[in-house]
C-alpha cells in the first residue's frame, strides 16, 4: 500500500508506466489520423473526379471541327508533317498504291510531354511516299496523311471516324464500311478486317479489288501494304488509299 491507504497493483509482464503512457498517446494519435486520412482520400478523389470532367471536355473542343482547338490541332499537326520528309515525297502515280510498303524511315512515338505520334511510310524501293501525323486524346483522335498530290484527316470519335480529302468532307467509316459524305451516303468501298489473318480483303461493290496487309501479322523484311487485284479509278484510288492508311499507321 502506498501513503494515502491505496494498494498498488503490479503491472502486466513487459508494461511499464512509461509505455502505459506512450500507448495511450498513440491510440490518441490514431484516432485523429484515421478522420483526416479519410478527409485526405476523399479530397483527392473529388480532385480527380474534376481534372477527369476537365479532360473529357476539353477532349470534346480539341475534336470539334467547328472549335478553334480543333483548327489548332489540325494546323500543329500539319507543321510536323512539314518537319519530317512530306516536301520532299516522291510523285505519286498510278503505281504508288501497289508499291506502298508497311516500311517507316521516320517514326517518333508519343512521350510523357507529347500526345502525337508521326512518321514516313516508303515504298518497296525505300522511296519516302507517305507521310503522317497523329494526336489522340482517350478514343478520340485526329490523323493527318499527305501524299504529293492529297491530304486525308481522320476525326476518330470512338467508332466512327470521318475522313476529309483536301479539305473536302470524303466519308465516313464506320465498322469497316467507308460510307461517301453527305446526306445521301453511298457505300465507297468496305474492309473486312480480319485480324487473326495476314491480310483483309477490300471490296468495292461486291468485288474485292484489294488485300490490305494486317501490321502485326507480316514478318517479311519488306512488306507491300496492300495488293490490288485490278486497276482503279481515281475516287476508288482514294477510296483504297483511306482505308489503307487507317489500317496501317498504328
Same mark, same amino acid.
Given at each position: 500500500m502506498n501513503c494515502y491507504g491505496y494498494r498498488r497493483f503490479p503491472l502486466p509482464h513487459g508494461y511499464s508506466a512509461h509505455s502505459v503512457f506512450y500507448k495511450k498517446k498513440n491510440t490518441k494519435r490514431m484516432r485523429y489520423l484515421l478522420p483526416f486520412l479519410t478527409?485526405?482520400? +476523399? *479530397? !483527392?478523389?473529388?480532385?480527380?473526379?474534376?481534372?477527369?470532367?476537365?479532360?473529357?471536355? +476539353?477532349?470534346?473542343?480539341?475534336?470539334?471541327? @467547328?472549335?478553334q482547338a480543333w483548327k489548332k490541332t489540325v494546323e500543329g499537326l500539319r =507543321?510536323?508533317?512539314? $518537319?519530317? =520528309?512530306?516536301? *520532299?515525297?516522291?510523285? #505519286?502515280? !498510278? %503505281?504508288m498504291l501497289s508499291l506502298l510498303s508497311l516500311n517507316r524511315s521516320i517514326t517518333k512515338k508519343p512521350g510523357f510531354f507529347n500526345s502525337a505520334s508521326e512518321g514516313v511510310f516508303t515504298t518497296i524501293f525505300q522511296e519516302p511516299v507517305l507521310a503522317y501525323a497523329e494526336q489522340k486524346s482517350g478514343n478520340t483522335g485526329?490523323?493527318?496523311a499527305r501524299t504529293s498530290d492529297r491530304e486525308f484527316i481522320f476525326r476518330k470519335k470512338g467508332k466512327e471516324t470521318e475522313i #476529309?480529302?483536301?479539305?473536302q468532307p470524303f466519308g465516313v467509316l464506320v465498322d469497316g464500311a467507308l460510307l461517301s459524305a453527305g446526306r445521301s451516303?453511298?457505300? +465507297?468501298?468496305?474492309? %473486312? #478486317?480480319?485480324?487473326?489473318e495476314v491480310q483483309s480483303p477490300l471490296?468495292?461493290?461486291?468485288? $474485292?479489288?484489294?488485300?490490305?496487309?494486317n501490321p502485326l501479322k507480316t514478318d517479311t523484311p519488306n512488306?507491300? =501494304?496492300?495488293?490490288?487485284?485490278?486497276?482503279?479509278?481515281?475516287?476508288? @484510288?482514294?477510296?483504297?488509299? =483511306?482505308?489503307?492508311?487507317?489500317?496501317?499507321?498504328?
Amino acid at each position: 500500500m502506498n501513503c494515502y491507504g491505496y494498494r498498488r497493483f503490479p503491472l502486466p509482464h513487459g508494461y511499464s508506466a512509461h509505455s502505459v503512457f506512450y500507448k495511450k498517446k498513440n491510440t490518441k494519435r490514431m484516432r485523429y489520423l484515421l478522420p483526416f486520412l479519410t478527409l485526405v482520400f +476523399l *479530397a !483527392g478523389s473529388v480532385i480527380v473526379g474534376i481534372l477527369y470532367v476537365i479532360a473529357r471536355f +476539353l477532349s470534346q473542343i480539341n475534336f470539334n471541327p @467547328e472549335s478553334q482547338a480543333w483548327k489548332k490541332t489540325v494546323e500543329g499537326l500539319r =507543321a510536323r508533317l512539314k $518537319t519530317q =520528309a512530306a516536301g *520532299a515525297l516522291v510523285p #505519286w502515280d !498510278g %503505281e504508288m498504291l501497289s508499291l506502298l510498303s508497311l516500311n517507316r524511315s521516320i517514326t517518333k512515338k508519343p512521350g510523357f510531354f507529347n500526345s502525337a505520334s508521326e512518321g514516313v511510310f516508303t515504298t518497296i524501293f525505300q522511296e519516302p511516299v507517305l507521310a503522317y501525323a497523329e494526336q489522340k486524346s482517350g478514343n478520340t483522335g485526329v490523323l493527318i496523311a499527305r501524299t504529293s498530290d492529297r491530304e486525308f484527316i481522320f476525326r476518330k470519335k470512338g467508332k466512327e471516324t470521318e475522313i #476529309w480529302l483536301n479539305g473536302q468532307p470524303f466519308g465516313v467509316l464506320v465498322d469497316g464500311a467507308l460510307l461517301s459524305a453527305g446526306r445521301s451516303p453511298k457505300l +465507297l468501298a468496305r474492309l %473486312e #478486317w480480319k485480324p487473326d489473318e495476314v491480310q483483309s480483303p477490300l471490296l468495292l461493290g461486291d468485288k $474485292t479489288v484489294a488485300a490490305i496487309a494486317n501490321p502485326l501479322k507480316t514478318d517479311t523484311p519488306n512488306p507491300r =501494304a496492300l495488293t490490288l487485284l485490278r486497276s482503279l479509278s481515281a475516287e476508288e @484510288e482514294s477510296a483504297v488509299l =483511306a482505308l489503307t492508311v487507317f489500317v496501317v499507321v498504328r
